[in-house]
């Protein structure tokens, strides 16, 4: 099951083309969470810049924003 929806995929595509880099240079993995006693699907998004090697990672699914958070890392220089 995934817990990153198709809608959040394609924002972060145009996250990283309106920074002008492409896609293709980030490798995203997404792992879900079984978390006890929690209603809502959870996990964790790891994105690494191939190019530089950088990776970070990020809690998504329900309530979690981390397409904002990768946004500002993206826009901090974080990931090179």
Known sequence: M???FKSEWEEFSNIVSRSGLRDSDFDCREMEDHLKGCAHE???VTVT???TGQTRKYE?????A???????????????
């Open 2 to 4: 995934t817990v990153v």
């Open 66 to 80: 981390w397409l904002g958070a990768f946004q500002q890392e993206l826009t901090n220089g974080r990931f090179g």
């Open 42 to 44: 959870v996990g964790v």
């Open 49 to 51: 810049r191939k190019s």
């Open 60 to 64: 998504c699914g329900f309530g979690r």
